[in-house]
């Protein structure tokens, strides 16, 4: 499973270890990812999503997920979010 957010696009990040006599060694950084259960209040179910937590707080200042997704462009969202993304789209103009 890669390492990415599936909100934010959020991914690793590539850097040095530097040592005390400057010794230079690579490192990854990696984004903290959880596991979450994120509430549509449109679709009215739960959706398992895996969140930077970065990205989970972005969702809770905005208002939710389905705030969230519509205000965000579809090159940061991965493929299964840009589907739920239009599913709720679909139901909000029915609505």
């Known amino acids: 499973m890669s390492r990415i957010c599936e ?3 959020k991914t690793r990040l590539v850097g040095n270890n530097v040592s005390h006599a ?4 690579k490192k990854t950084f990696l984004p903290n990812l959880q596991n979450v259960t994120l509430l549509s209040d449109t679709l009215g179910k739960g959706i398992k999503l895996r969140v ?3 990205g989970l707080r972005s969702v809770e200042h905005v208002g939710g ?4 997704l519509l205000k965000t462009a579809d090159d940061k ?3 299964r979010v840009r589907r739920i993304k239009k ?3 679909k139901k909000q103009a029915a609505a």
Request: glycine share 4%; hydrophobic share 35%; aromatic share 4%.
């Open 7 to 9: 909100l934010t696009g």
């Open 22 to 25: 400057k010794n230079r060694t």
């Open 52 to 54: 930077s937590t970065h």
């Open 65 to 68: 997920l389905d705030n969230w």
């Open 77 to 79: 969202l991965s493929l």
């Open 87 to 89: 599913e709720i789209a």
